[in-house]
């Protein structure tokens, strides 16, 4: 039983690794999303169809190539850093082309004549996006922004492949010592859900929420 | 710029023709699960609409798998399973693992799409003396997964980045051939890049071939 404590504590330390790495990973991906997805909607063609091919590539490469892709290329161009960098530039990278799509969705989606209403009240363009556009849009993104969270978080498992110290590294490692892999994945399934689960349910209410509203 | 290394792209051209297994495989994994996970998504969603402990079975297990990473989903069925006298291939790990996960994903978009359809499809439908097994089974099913045919192409890409995953535990697909090769070579960066263009093509043709079918599948109006 004293076994199974001293699993639990280390599984408890890894999962806190699990959490600082998603944490920055949030941050990073909300911050660099959201320039990426008000920019190409405000700047000129060139500007827009750049990010927009920005996006793409970055949705439709897989975050585990990302990852090797970070961790070999900053060394090609001469820059070294640590895995952990790696693992949270690599994955922000990934989820900020998701933020900005959906940023990029929610100002689309909203009707024209809000636009049109702020300007016929007399507003300069810049201030119809800061007072009109954007608050609304970024109510409306806010339901799947959240979802993102639990993806982040699920998307840090992948660190463990270059091997970073987090959840699930710790617990194939634990698995492989104590040979109780059923347990030891058991205990990390709960560690995830228990971490991730908070989001999504966050996520549901919000949507209900805000769907209950614009009907 | 390292002025000790170069992008060698012959390196890359030498090494094309060993893809072409590996593309194979990754696709292998991809259809194999994407179908068990369609099957599986289109189960669940209809548990979900019966009331009762087959309903709370089912959302308890959606929950579950959506919650949790594809990679521990993949060593629990790997390493876990066998300590219980389930002893199977990667191949059939892999696309167990997968497939159970996003059956989830698939069982939530398929019920998001039965709720979107009106009531009166099914009232029809019991009008007629359907009995409510038929009306899922021929009113609201068919259309229900036509009008997730977006939503469940979105999905599949990333069931196909999730293909990717199965090279962790010795799947020789796309990744794992490009992992082994920049390891004997000084390469690497070259090698990913390769695969990365693999990847994007994929998903490209994927998501080109979900808006086909969604044209196909659209209403005449």
Known sequence: MEDFSAMLFHMGRAAQVTLALAMVCVVLSTVVGLILGIVGMLSGPIVSGLIRSIVYVFRGIPILVQIFLVYFGLPFFGILVNPYTVAALAISLHISAYVAEIVRGSIVSLPKIQNEGGLALGM?????????TLPQALKAALPPYISLVPITIKATSLASIISIWELTLASKEVANQ?????????????????ICFPFTWFGYHLEKKLTAYSH | MNPYLRFDLDFILRHVPDFGPAILMTLGVFFTSLVAAFVGGVLLAIARQIRGPLCWAATVYIELMRNTPSLLHLFFVFFGLPLIGIVWSPFVCGVVA??????????????????????QQREAGWALGLLPGKVMRYIILPQACRNSIPAVGNQSVLLLHDTALVSAIGIVEIMLTARSLAERSAASFEMFVTIGVIYLALSSVLSLSTGFLERYYAFER
């Open chain 2, 98 to 119: 997968l497939s159970a996960q996003h059956a989830a994903f698939l069982a939530e978009i398929i019920r998001g799409a039965i709720q979107m359809l009106s009531r």
């Open chain 1, 178 to 194: 104590t040979l109780q892999a059923f347990e030891v994945f058991g205990v990390a399934f709960a560690l995830y859900f228990i």
């Open chain 1, 124 to 132: 300069m363009p810049a201030q119809v996006v800061l007072w009109i």
